[in-house]
T-cell receptor, first 113, second 112 residues
Framework: DSGVTQTPKHLITATGQRVTLRCSPRSGDLSVYWYQQSLDQGLQFLIQYYNGEERAKGNILERFSAQQFPDLHSELNLSSLELGDSALYFC????????????FGEGSRLTVL | EDQVTQSPEALRLQEGESSSLNCSYTVSGLRGLFWYRQDPGKGPEFLFTLYSAGEEKEKERLKATLTKKESFLHITAPKPEDSATYLCVQIAVNTGFQKLVFGTGTRLLVSP
Protein backbone atom coordinates (compact mmCIF):
# COMPACT_ATOMS: atom_id res chain seq x y z
CA ASP A 1 0.00 0.00 0.00
CA SER A 2 1.61 3.26 -1.21
CA GLY A 3 -0.58 5.48 0.93
CA VAL A 4 -2.00 7.25 -2.11
CA THR A 5 -5.76 6.83 -2.48
CA GLN A 6 -7.62 7.21 -5.75
CA THR A 7 -11.35 7.11 -6.33
CA PRO A 8 -13.24 5.78 -8.11
CA LYS A 9 -11.33 2.61 -9.02
CA HIS A 10 -13.50 1.99 -12.06
CA LEU A 11 -15.71 4.31 -14.07
CA ILE A 12 -17.78 3.65 -17.17
CA THR A 13 -19.36 6.56 -18.98
CA ALA A 14 -20.47 7.71 -22.40
CA THR A 15 -18.87 9.97 -24.97
CA GLY A 16 -19.47 13.64 -24.36
CA GLN A 17 -19.79 13.22 -20.60
CA ARG A 18 -17.69 14.72 -17.83
CA VAL A 19 -16.04 12.88 -14.94
CA THR A 20 -13.97 13.80 -11.91
CA LEU A 21 -11.19 11.63 -10.54
CA ARG A 22 -10.02 12.17 -6.99
CA CYS A 23 -6.66 11.63 -5.34
CA SER A 24 -5.52 11.83 -1.73
CA PRO A 25 -1.72 11.95 -1.46
CA ARG A 26 0.39 10.24 1.17
CA SER A 27 0.39 11.99 4.50
CA GLY A 28 3.02 14.71 4.41
CA ASP A 29 3.45 14.77 0.63
CA LEU A 30 2.98 18.20 -0.91
CA SER A 31 3.34 17.32 -4.57
CA VAL A 32 0.71 15.54 -6.66
CA TYR A 33 1.12 14.26 -10.20
CA TRP A 34 -1.39 12.92 -12.71
CA TYR A 35 -0.49 10.37 -15.38
CA GLN A 36 -2.46 8.67 -18.13
CA GLN A 37 -1.72 5.14 -19.27
CA SER A 38 -3.61 3.78 -22.26
CA LEU A 39 -3.75 0.08 -23.02
CA ASP A 40 -0.22 -1.28 -23.49
CA GLN A 41 1.16 2.25 -23.60
CA GLY A 42 3.66 4.04 -21.44
CA LEU A 43 2.88 6.56 -18.77
CA GLN A 44 2.03 10.01 -20.12
CA PHE A 45 2.56 12.89 -17.75
CA LEU A 46 -0.41 15.21 -17.50
CA ILE A 47 0.17 17.73 -14.75
CA GLN A 48 1.90 18.35 -11.42
CA TYR A 49 0.88 20.43 -8.42
CA TYR A 50 2.93 21.45 -5.44
CA ASN A 51 1.25 22.75 -2.32
CA GLY A 52 -1.76 23.94 -4.23
CA GLU A 53 0.01 25.53 -7.18
CA GLU A 54 0.52 24.17 -10.66
CA ARG A 55 4.20 23.28 -11.06
CA ALA A 56 4.50 21.57 -14.40
CA LYS A 57 2.25 20.70 -17.29
CA GLY A 58 2.67 17.85 -19.73
CA ASN A 59 0.54 16.58 -22.57
CA ILE A 60 -2.74 17.51 -20.96
CA LEU A 61 -5.64 18.18 -23.30
CA GLU A 62 -7.63 21.41 -23.02
CA ARG A 63 -10.69 19.28 -22.19
CA PHE A 64 -8.88 18.15 -19.05
CA SER A 65 -8.25 20.25 -15.97
CA ALA A 66 -6.99 19.64 -12.48
CA GLN A 67 -6.52 21.36 -9.17
CA GLN A 68 -5.02 20.74 -5.77
CA PHE A 69 -7.02 21.86 -2.78
CA PRO A 70 -5.81 23.36 0.54
CA ASP A 71 -6.03 19.95 2.19
CA LEU A 72 -3.67 18.76 -0.61
CA HIS A 73 -6.07 16.34 -2.24
CA SER A 74 -6.35 16.73 -5.99
CA GLU A 75 -9.02 16.29 -8.62
CA LEU A 76 -8.66 15.65 -12.33
CA ASN A 77 -11.64 16.73 -14.41
CA LEU A 78 -12.17 15.19 -17.81
CA SER A 79 -14.86 16.69 -20.03
CA SER A 80 -16.36 16.10 -23.49
CA LEU A 81 -15.07 12.58 -23.21
CA GLU A 82 -14.01 10.68 -26.30
CA LEU A 83 -13.44 6.98 -26.85
CA GLY A 84 -9.69 7.60 -26.89
CA ASP A 85 -9.79 8.92 -23.34
CA SER A 86 -10.33 5.38 -22.07
CA ALA A 87 -7.28 4.65 -19.96
CA LEU A 88 -5.87 4.14 -16.51
CA TYR A 89 -5.34 7.44 -14.74
CA PHE A 90 -2.74 7.38 -12.03
CA CYS A 91 -2.13 9.85 -9.30
CA UNK A 92 1.26 9.97 -7.60
CA UNK A 93 2.63 12.00 -4.74
CA UNK A 94 6.01 13.00 -3.38
CA UNK A 95 7.38 15.03 -0.53
CA UNK A 96 9.12 17.58 -2.72
CA UNK A 97 8.49 18.87 -6.23
CA UNK A 98 11.84 17.91 -7.74
CA UNK A 99 12.25 14.23 -7.07
CA UNK A 100 11.85 11.04 -9.05
CA UNK A 101 10.73 9.06 -6.02
CA UNK A 102 7.02 9.03 -6.53
CA UNK A 103 4.38 6.98 -4.77
CA PHE A 104 1.59 5.92 -7.09
CA GLY A 105 -2.00 5.11 -6.33
CA GLU A 106 -3.81 2.08 -7.70
CA GLY A 107 -5.30 4.12 -10.51
CA SER A 108 -8.75 4.93 -11.81
CA ARG A 109 -9.78 2.91 -14.83
CA LEU A 110 -11.95 5.00 -17.13
CA THR A 111 -13.94 3.36 -19.90
CA VAL A 112 -15.71 5.61 -22.38
CA LEU A 113 -18.39 3.90 -24.47
CA GLU B 1 14.18 15.69 -27.43
CA ASP B 2 14.77 13.95 -24.12
CA GLN B 3 14.38 10.22 -24.55
CA VAL B 4 14.67 7.13 -22.42
CA THR B 5 15.01 3.85 -24.28
CA GLN B 6 14.66 0.49 -22.62
CA SER B 7 15.67 -2.87 -24.01
CA PRO B 8 14.60 -5.47 -24.55
CA GLU B 9 10.89 -4.65 -24.84
CA ALA B 10 10.07 -8.07 -23.46
CA LEU B 11 12.13 -10.78 -21.80
CA ARG B 12 11.20 -14.31 -20.91
CA LEU B 13 13.36 -16.16 -18.39
CA GLN B 14 13.25 -19.49 -16.66
CA GLU B 15 13.26 -19.40 -12.88
CA GLY B 16 16.87 -19.04 -11.74
CA GLU B 17 18.10 -17.71 -15.11
CA SER B 18 19.87 -14.40 -14.45
CA SER B 19 19.77 -11.52 -16.93
CA SER B 20 19.99 -7.75 -17.29
CA LEU B 21 17.67 -5.02 -18.49
CA ASN B 22 19.06 -1.92 -20.16
CA CYS B 23 18.08 1.73 -19.99
CA SER B 24 19.85 4.27 -22.19
CA TYR B 25 19.12 7.96 -22.32
CA THR B 26 19.64 11.13 -24.27
CA VAL B 27 18.34 13.33 -21.50
CA SER B 28 20.29 16.52 -21.13
CA GLY B 29 20.98 17.85 -17.68
CA LEU B 30 20.40 14.49 -16.00
CA ARG B 31 19.41 14.90 -12.38
CA GLY B 32 18.81 11.32 -11.39
CA LEU B 33 17.76 7.92 -12.69
CA PHE B 34 15.04 5.83 -11.10
CA TRP B 35 13.76 2.29 -11.51
CA TYR B 36 10.17 1.28 -10.94
CA ARG B 37 8.27 -1.98 -11.09
CA GLN B 38 4.72 -2.10 -12.43
CA ASP B 39 2.38 -5.06 -12.14
CA PRO B 40 -0.52 -5.31 -14.62
CA GLY B 41 -3.32 -2.91 -13.78
CA LYS B 42 -1.40 -1.47 -10.83
CA GLY B 43 0.47 1.72 -10.17
CA PRO B 44 4.27 1.72 -10.53
CA GLU B 45 6.26 0.94 -7.39
CA PHE B 46 9.49 2.77 -6.72
CA LEU B 47 12.60 0.57 -6.51
CA PHE B 48 15.87 2.52 -6.78
CA THR B 49 17.45 5.93 -7.18
CA LEU B 50 20.86 6.41 -8.84
CA TYR B 51 22.57 9.77 -9.12
CA SER B 52 26.13 9.29 -10.31
CA ALA B 53 28.12 7.03 -12.62
CA GLY B 54 29.46 4.00 -10.79
CA GLU B 55 26.68 3.99 -8.25
CA GLU B 56 24.98 0.68 -7.44
CA LYS B 57 21.89 -0.18 -5.44
CA GLU B 58 20.60 -3.62 -4.44
CA LYS B 59 17.31 -5.04 -3.26
CA GLU B 60 16.78 -8.76 -2.92
CA ARG B 61 17.44 -10.25 -6.38
CA LEU B 62 17.71 -6.87 -8.11
CA LYS B 63 20.78 -4.69 -8.57
CA ALA B 64 20.76 -1.39 -10.42
CA THR B 65 23.91 0.19 -11.84
CA LEU B 66 24.60 3.47 -13.62
CA THR B 67 27.16 4.62 -16.20
CA LYS B 68 27.40 7.96 -17.99
CA LYS B 69 25.12 6.84 -20.76
CA GLU B 70 23.04 3.96 -19.47
CA SER B 71 21.73 2.00 -16.54
CA PHE B 72 21.31 -1.70 -16.01
CA LEU B 73 18.90 -3.62 -13.83
CA HIS B 74 20.46 -6.98 -13.09
CA ILE B 75 18.15 -9.78 -11.98
CA THR B 76 19.89 -12.66 -10.23
CA ALA B 77 18.17 -16.05 -9.98
CA PRO B 78 14.72 -14.59 -10.68
CA LYS B 79 11.51 -16.09 -9.35
CA PRO B 80 8.04 -16.04 -10.95
CA GLU B 81 7.02 -13.25 -8.57
CA ASP B 82 9.61 -11.01 -10.24
CA SER B 83 7.41 -11.00 -13.36
CA ALA B 84 6.39 -7.39 -14.03
CA THR B 85 7.16 -4.43 -16.25
CA TYR B 86 10.29 -2.58 -15.15
CA LEU B 87 10.34 1.14 -15.89
CA CYS B 88 13.35 3.41 -16.11
CA VAL B 89 12.68 7.04 -15.29
CA GLN B 90 14.87 10.10 -15.49
CA ILE B 91 14.61 13.65 -14.34
CA ALA B 92 15.28 16.19 -17.03
CA VAL B 93 15.54 19.91 -16.65
CA ASN B 94 13.70 21.83 -19.33
CA THR B 95 12.98 25.54 -19.51
CA GLY B 96 13.53 26.01 -15.82
CA PHE B 97 11.45 23.17 -14.45
CA GLN B 98 12.07 19.53 -13.88
CA LYS B 99 10.10 16.78 -15.51
CA LEU B 100 10.17 13.04 -15.29
CA VAL B 101 10.80 11.14 -18.50
CA PHE B 102 9.49 7.58 -18.41
CA GLY B 103 10.80 4.78 -20.58
CA THR B 104 8.27 2.42 -22.14
CA GLY B 105 9.48 -0.44 -19.98
CA THR B 106 10.70 -4.01 -20.23
CA ARG B 107 8.05 -6.68 -19.68
CA LEU B 108 9.66 -9.50 -17.75
CA LEU B 109 8.08 -12.93 -17.51
CA VAL B 110 9.72 -15.55 -15.29
CA SER B 111 8.47 -19.07 -15.79
CA PRO B 112 8.69 -21.73 -13.06
Amino acid sequence: DSGVTQTPKHLITATGQRVTLRCSPRSGDLSVYWYQQSLDQGLQFLIQYYNGEERAKGNILERFSAQQFPDLHSELNLSSLELGDSALYFCASSVTSNTGELFFGEGSRLTVL
Amino acid sequence: EDQVTQSPEALRLQEGESSSLNCSYTVSGLRGLFWYRQDPGKGPEFLFTLYSAGEEKEKERLKATLTKKESFLHITAPKPEDSATYLCVQIAVNTGFQKLVFGTGTRLLVSP
